[in-house]
Structure formats: structure tokens, C-alpha cells
């Protein structure tokens, strides 16, 4: 006797699987109710509820339904990863974590658990625990091409960047035509300091797109030059990604403070609250989060249009411009904001005297134009790209600027920015003033 003829649910349970994969959920729910009439304590029927709930909004529902089929079937996998996968969706990480730890144990050659884990891993920010568990999986598929991407990517995150390298460096070389590889082998040489060693990589990516503005980025830095910003066609992409955890990732992983010590300042300097604000990369508008609602108008420009999706969910914004700062700056008026702001903004944005003045330009009498930067060395030039792919400005250079485009007054302070694998990222806040 097949399998599916001593089954009783079978049928129904591939049926509904498919119905809720069309988006066919009505029928779905008709057809997981007969197979609950068949077998009313069958665990598939209630991690397929939870799903088809889920996919209908219905989010109370779907844990309820998916808890049910943990409790029917305690150490059945297919349940337990689908509430771990719930759980990581709804950012409930340390639960999501705890069960895809135990799973992992529970079925460790599973490959279907093993990439389940892995994303719980990537979207709770355990980078430590997901580069564990791809190990695991290499040694179960030796050679597998997308767990050692996933790896490399991992180890580059986690400042392993010599055995980042070599992974990139093979996968490169047994994939010459890839452009994916072949970006992650430049990206790879660069984080590792060793940006001459992607010159090959880098003539590959221009053959394929002479024309691609990412490409001609990392031919500069491979040929020794520091472009003056990073093309818009590499920043959005990675603000896309992130957009959805990106305030988990920063506040909490990151301990990224910025935005509450800048709104302090600028509610400080007006109580009231009557002024027009210019947040030039505002994200995810946490700046706007930690002003509330003003008495004037607070506009947000961001290349992401991701970001500016979650910071419209605050509803403290007026409006959005999906532009980079420098077309931004350029279309204004002058003499429009009381205060403008670029948080974190100028480590991709690179070369910052044409915004300086600009800025300066759009400022109302006795504006002030707040900004962040990460610290260079005074004994080095003006503008460095840094390994990890951000810019580093001189303090003596960035206040010249200030002073060269008109501002009376220029403090400067030091700033822990955030925190990354532990360690304080050092920078600096520019507090410049127009004069009145």
C-alpha cells in the first residue's frame, strides 16, 4: 500500500499547500477544514492554518495555529521551523533563535532546517550563529557554491576578511563570468585592504558593463584613487535590504544614539518647535522619531525608497524627495530650514564642499546645519575610503569648509557613531552656524 493511501490527509494537505501558494486562501481554508474532519489532531493541518492565516494578515491566528502544531508534534520539524520562521518575520528573534537552535540539533543533516536556521540567523542579526551553521552545512555538501557565497559574506561582516578573500577568490575563479562573484571578490579585496588584488575582477565587471557606474567605482579604488561618493546604484540596493530591520539593527545592535543626541540639540536651541527641518538621509526617520511632530514642516530626502517606506510609517514627515543629497541641496530655495540635517550620511555621500555650501545657501539666518562624520587622521588626506567602504573626513578639513561657505561658527565634537563587531566607531558632529 503507497504511502498516500495509508495517509488519510495526503491529498488534502498537498491541495490546500497549493491553494495557498496561488493565493486561493477561501478554498484553502474549505480544504484544510476536511482534512481536520478526517484527522482533528493532525499537526500539518494546523502549520498550514498558520501559514494560510499569515498569508491573510491574520497574525494572532497565525502563531495560535502554528503553536497548535508544536504542541501536537513537539519535535516535528516542519512545525517547529515554520514558527521560528514566524516568529524571525514578526522580529520575535530571541525565541525565533532558541527554536531554530533546537532544531538544528533535532535534525542536523536536514538542509531544508539548515537554511531555515541560517535565515533566522541573518535576520536576528546573529552573523556568529549563521557562519556556525553554514560551516556545518559545507560539511554536509562539501563545495556547495551558495553556502560558501553565504559564508564569505558572513566572515566579511564579522572582520574575517583574509578567509572571506580566499572563499571569494575561488568562487571567482571557478565562476569567471559571474558578475555576482566577481563583485564579491572587489568587494572582498577591498575590505581586506588589498585593493590592487581585485584589478583583474574589476576589468572583468567592465567588460561585461563598461558603462555601470558600480563598476567604474571599483576600478578607481582597485587603481589606487578614492572616488568622491558612492554611486546611487550601490547604496539604494543596500538600503532596500535593509530597510525592514534597519532600526533593530541600529539601535539595539549597533547602539546608534545619533538621532536622539541631535534632536536634543535642536529641541534645546527651539522649544517651540516652530521651524522647518531638512533630514538629508533620513532612513527610516529616526531623526523625525526622536523630534515628533514640529510646528513648521520636516522634510526627508533618501536614495532608499524602502527606507522612506518604514519612516512614512511615523507619520511626522510631510513629505520625501527619493533623490541624493546633492540634486536635493541643489533645487532648494534659499533661505528655506531653520536647521538641516545629514546623520551617517557623509560616509557614502564622500565629497562634501559643494553640500556644505549649498546647505548654507537654503539656511535661514541663524540656521544651523548639523552633520556626522567618521574620523580621519589629521596627518592624512582630506577624503579616505575606508576598508569597510565608507568615507572618513579630516576635522581641520571639514571645518575649513564650513568656514570657507560662510558659517560664523563651527563646533565640532567627538562621537561614538555606533558600535560594529563590539568596537566604538569613532567620528565626529559638526554643529555649524549661519550667522543671524
Known sequence: MSAIARDPNIKHLIKARGQIAKGDLKNAALTLNQANARWPQDPRVFMLGGLMAEKAGHLQGAFESLRKAVAL???????????ALLLARQNQFQEAVEIAERLALLEPGNLQVLAGVVDIAHRSGHTAMAVRHLRRGLTLVPGDVELRRLLARDLSEQGQHDEALALWSALAAENPADSGFLRGHVQACIAAGKPAQAQKSCAALLAQAPEDPVCQYYAQIAGGRTPDRQPAELVRPLFDALAESYDQHMVRSLKYQLPRQVADKIIARHPD?????????CG????????GRLDGFLIGVDLSMKMLEQAARHQLYDR??????????RATPPGLYQVIAALDVFIYAGELSLAIADAHRILTADGLLILSCETASETG?????????RYAHKRSHVQALCQAAGFDTVEIEDSVLRYENHQPVAGFVVTAHKPA
Do not use: S
Open 381 to 389: 588626506p582630506d577624503l579616505v575610503l575606508l576598508p569597510a567602504g
Open 284 to 291: 527610516t526617520g529616526l531623526l523625525g522619531v526622536c523630534l
Open 273 to 281: 518647535k516652530k521651524i522647518n527641518v531638512l533630514d538629508l538621509g
Open 320 to 329: 520625501f524627495h527619493t533623490v541624493n543629497l546633492h540634486d536635493a541641496l
Open 73 to 83: 508534534a513537539p519535535d516535528w520539524g516542519p512545525g517547529l521551523l515554520e514558527l
